[in-house]
C-alpha cells in the first residue's frame, strides 16, 4: 500500500518565478493538506482540498494555489516567488469520513529560492 | 485562533532516562490531539493520538494523556532510546465548526539521546 508522495524531492528556484509541486495521497484518502516547514518551525497550514474544491486555507497570500484532480492527488502551485517561500512544502492526505481528520504526510518538496 | 505551545528545546538526556515534553493547547471547539515525529530528512510520522477527554494515546514506549481542564497533552516515555533522537511535534485537529480539517501545530521540540 503506497503512502503519500510528492514531487520533486528537491527544487531550486528564483525570486519572481512560479513553481508546481505535486503530491499523491495515501490510497482510500480523498482530502489533501498542504503546509509550509520553514526551517526550524512547525508546519504550517497553507489550504486543504476535498471533492477538487479548496475547503480551508490558512493565512497565506493568493499566490499560493492549488487544485486536486479527479483522483484525489493534487498539486500546489507558487507564483512570484520570494526568498522567504524557502522551505520544506509538505503533503498530508486523510479521509473525509474520518471525524478525526488522522493525517498521513508525505516526505515532503525542499524548495529553495534563490 | 487555535494554537500549540511546546516546550522549548533542545532536549538532550542519556539512554534510559525518563522522557517528558509539555504542549498546552487553546482551540475554540473539541479538538483531537496528536503527537508527530520528524527523523532528519524526512516528513512526518503519526506517534500517538486522543481525539476525547481522559484519552491516553500510546505507541512504541510513549504516551500522552488529553487532559482537558488543563489543556495539556504532554508526551513521555519511561526509558528513552538513541534511536528516539528526533524532532516531535504536538498539534490538534478541529472536527466541527469553521476550523474543521485544519491542523495547527507546535514549533517542534528537539530530542537528542546519548548513548
Known amino acids: 500500500d503506497a503512502g503519500v508522495t510528492q514531487s520533486p524531492t528537491h527544487l531550486i528556484k528564483t525570486r519572481g518565478q512560479q513553481v508546481t509541486l505535486r503530491c499523491s495521497p495515501k490510497?482510500?484518502?480523498?482530502?489533501v493538506s498542504w503546509y509550509q516547514q520553514a526551517l526550524g518551525q512547525g508546519p504550517q497550514f497553507i489550504f486543504q482540498y476535498y471533492e477538487e474544491e479548496e475547503r480551508q486555507r490558512g493565512n497565506f497570500p493568493d499566490r499560493f494555489s492549488g487544485h486536486q484532480f479527479p483522483n484525489y492527488s493534487s498539486e500546489l502551485n507558487v507564483n512570484a516567488l520570494l526568498l522567504g517561500d524557502s522551505a520544506l512544502y509538505l503533503c498530508?492526505?486523510?479521509?473525509?469520513?474520518?471525524?478525526?481528520?488522522?493525517?498521513?504526510f508525505g516526505p515532503g518538496t525542499r524548495l529553495t529560492v534563490t | 485562533g487555535d494554537s500549540v505551545t511546546q516546550m522549548e528545546g533542545p532536549v538532550t538526556l542519556s539512554e534510559e532516562a525518563f522522557l517528558t515534553i509539555n504542549c498546552t493547547y487553546t482551540a475554540t471547539g473539541y479538538p483531537s490531539l496528536f503527537w508527530y515525529v520528524q527523523y532528519p530528512g524526512e516528513g512526518l510520522q503519526l506517534l500517538l493520538k486522543?481525539?476525547?477527554?481522559?484519552d491516553k494515546g500510546s505507541n512504541k514506549g510513549f504516551e500522552a494523556t488529553y487532559r482537558k481542564e488543563t489543556t495539556s497533552f504532554h508526551l513521555e516515555k519511561g526509558s528513552v532510546q538513541v534511536s528516539d533522537s528526533a524532532v516531535y511535534f504536538c498539534a490538534l485537529s478541529e472536527s466541527v465548526n469553521t476550523n474543521a480539517g485544519k491542523s495547527t501545530f507546535g514549533d517542534g521540540t528537539t530530542l537528542t539521546v546519548k548513548p
Open positions: 486522543a481525539t476525547k477527554a481522559d
Open positions: 498530508a492526505s486523510s479521509s473525509a469520513g474520518d471525524l478525526y481528520y488522522e493525517q498521513y
Open positions: 490510497s482510500g484518502h480523498d482530502t
